[in-house]
């Protein structure tokens, strides 16, 4: 399969970095098109843990071409410093990665923006990264954006500063930087990011004709789209497949779909969440899947995997193959519920409301758990027999098969599988 996708299908953080990292070895280039340094890919190459924000995952295969691509919004100060310690761990970038100068360039103003706003009104908080992303996607549709070409252009980039602070000074409290202070620090990060901005989508369209295998990285996950997701609680890119053909500049259909989804679930942020447990049992799931964000260090919030809201981003985003990660989280658990539909609830899809999905109340099913640590699992047939009943409930109810399992952190820790496990 020359084009794959690895795609989450919850609320972001379902180990997504950890399975393009295992996959990666075998790709000529990664590539991500959507979001930007409010990603934390989390990843354990050979020499301890790296929190990946803006850089693709296969940085850490030095074989791997990396591509950020024009669906991306960059914040060239801080994706320097991400550079830098990457370099610093022994992956040299140069020649491997590649950075579209159509991407967004997130510049201070819009980090004053996402910054005030979530210290406004509790009514209008998103609870955000706070790494500017909704302002930078709002000038770029706004036309008022900056580019990364314009990072090599002291004329272009005062000009494009100048039209963004025209239009956006006025919603800041008078403490938004000018063109002046933004200019400088812009120009300096953009002769140190020369040498990789270039024309990706051309780049990409001339390896997919020689039949390169290509690897696109999501960040966040399905449920954070900004149109199919629980807006307005939701990131401002196109997170599903969806997204992929425009945040890489190429009419293109990928071969493999990969929706990555956790053992259960989790969510950072505000927004509705209908199996979020606030008891005992989300604490319980907490603490052993180490559950804080890894941008923000916030706590996540956690619950019981919804098959109902899965099978609907898994229709939508045409998944051809479920990665089920952090399934050895849920060893120990006596019982272990899963989220089938809501109470009195029998449409096909998920509400665009937000007040109707707000008020949706899970329907569970409860299935018996497993003692055994599972850790060292390699082989879906050596799993506990109720794990591999959970699996083979979990992909007959979605109906798309199982491909991968992730039993723990580490880059050997999953494996593969044609579906669930038969008894
Ligand atoms: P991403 O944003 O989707 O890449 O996910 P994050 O890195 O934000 O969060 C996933 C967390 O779970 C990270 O700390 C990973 O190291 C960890 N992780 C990934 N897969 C597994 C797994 O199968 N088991 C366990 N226990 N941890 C995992
Ligand atoms: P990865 O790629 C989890 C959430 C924020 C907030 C909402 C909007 O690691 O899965 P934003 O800063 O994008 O404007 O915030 O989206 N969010 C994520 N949650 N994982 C992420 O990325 C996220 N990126 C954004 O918490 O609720
Ligand atoms: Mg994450």
Redesign the pocket.
């Known amino acids: 399969m020359p084009t794959t996708a690895i795609l989450g299908l919850q609320w972001?953080?379902e180990g997504k970095?950890k399975l393009v990292d295992s996959i990666s070895a075998q790709q000529d280039f990664c590539v991500r098109f959507q979001g930007g340094g409010n990603?934390?890919?989390?990843v354990y190459p050979e020499g301890g843990k790296i929190v990946l924000h803006h850089l693709p995952t296969g940085v850490l295969h030095k074989d791997c071409i990396n591509v950020m691509a024009q669906g991306m919004v960059v914040d060239p100060l801080r994706l320097i410093d991400e550079i830098a310690e990457v370099e610093g761990r022994g992956f040299k970038l140069d020649g491997r990665l590649f950075i579209s100068d159509r991407c967004s360039i997130t510049i201070p103003l819009h980090l004053t923006l996402d910054v005030d706003r979530e210290a406004g009104e509790k009514a209008n908080q998103i609870g955000t990264t706070k790494r500017g992303i909704g302002p930078t996607y709002a000038d770029r549709y706004d036309r008022v954006g900056v580019r990364a070409a314009d990072l090599l252009d002291e004329t272009s980039l005062r000009e494009a500063l100048q039209r963004a602070v025209n239009v956006r000074a006025c919603q800041t409290d008078g403490n938004a930087p000018g063109v002046d202070d933004m200019l400088k620090p812009l120009l300096d990060v953009g002769r140190k990011l020369k040498g990789y901005i270039t024309d990706t989508s051309l780049l990409l369209a001339e390896s997919m004709k020689e039949d390169k295998h290509i690897l696109f990285e999501g960040a966040q996950g399905a449920m954070l789209d900004v149109s199919q997701g629980t807006y307005p609680y939701v990131t401002s890119s196109h997170t599903t497949a969806a997204g992929i053909p425009s945040g890489v500049g190429l009419a293109l259909m990928v071969d493999k779909l990969i929706g990555v989804t956790k053992a259960y679930c989790t969510r950072v942020g505000e927004g509705p969440f209908p199996t979020e447990l606030n008891d005992d049992i989300g604490a319980k799931l907490r603490e052993a899947g180490g559950e804080f964000g890894?941008?923000t260090g916030r706590p996540r919030r956690c619950g019981w995997i919804d098959l109902f809201a899965l099978r609907y981003v898994c229709r939508t985003s045409g998944i051809t193959h479920l990665a089920i990660t952090k399934l050895d989280v849920l060893s120990g658990f006596e019982k272990i519920k899963v989220g089938v539909g809501y109470e009195g609830y029998d449409a096909p899809g998920m509400p665009a409301d937000i007040r109707r999905f707000s008020a949706l109340k899970p329907k569970y099913e409860s299935l018996p758990g497993w003692k055994e640590d599972i850790g060292s699992v390699r082989d879906a047939a050596d799993l506990p027999a109720n794990a591999r009943t959970y699996l083979r409930y979990l992909e007959d109810f979605v109906g798309v098969p199982i491909g991968i399992v992730s039993v723990g952190p580490a880059r050997e820790a999953s494996f593969e599988t044609h579906g669930a496990p038969k008894d």
């Open positions: 972001g953080d970095g990603a934390g890919h989390t890894a941008t």
